[in-house]
């Protein structure tokens, strides 16, 4: 995991009213050119070439906005990143014991690095997902 990080945005550091913004042109946009797969984005003064996103970023970027607007912090971690067994308690707001609980009998993949575990970003988002369902299927 030494080279994958996840970038973290604190509640309040982000201006609400200018995220809100900037969330409703975005989304303005996108439902007006509904098929462009790249957005251009134009600089203020115009004189600069349009920088060129693919939608799927803007539709992220978006996302994001939308969460500091309502006073939210964000954290973006890669699919693939590895995380220690106390950043994935986190993530599913468990306890690390509980969640070692859960590697050992196996409901989470997750391999040794010496004697440290890390589990996937992926296998974590997984998990979380067939609980969820069996959490509704209980209800």
Do not use: W
Not at 12 to 23: L, Q
Not at 88 to 113: H, Q
Request: net charge positive; aromatic share 4%; glycine share 6%.
């Amino acid at each position: 995991m030494a080279d994958v990080q996840a970038k973290r945005v604190p509640p309040g550091v982000i201006d609400a009213e200018m995220a809100d913004r900037a969330v409703r042109r975005i989304k303005d946009y996108l439902m007006r050119y509904p098929g462009q797969s790249s957005i251009r984005v134009a600089g203020e003064h115009g004189g600069e070439d349009p920088l060129i996103l693919p939608r799927e970023a803007v539709s992220l970027l978006a996302f994001i906005l939308a969460q500091a607007a309502e006073g939210r912090g964000v954290t973006v971690i890669p699919s693939h990143a590895e995380l220690t067994t106390q950043q994935a308690a986190d993530m599913l707001n468990v306890s690390r014991p509980y969640l070692i609980k859960l590697l050992e009998a196996g409901e989470i993949p997750f391999r040794l690095i010496g004697k440290h575990r890390r589990i996937t970003c992926e296998d974590l988002q997984e998990y979380k997902r067939r609980d969820d369902a069996k959490r509704r299927v209980a209800v």
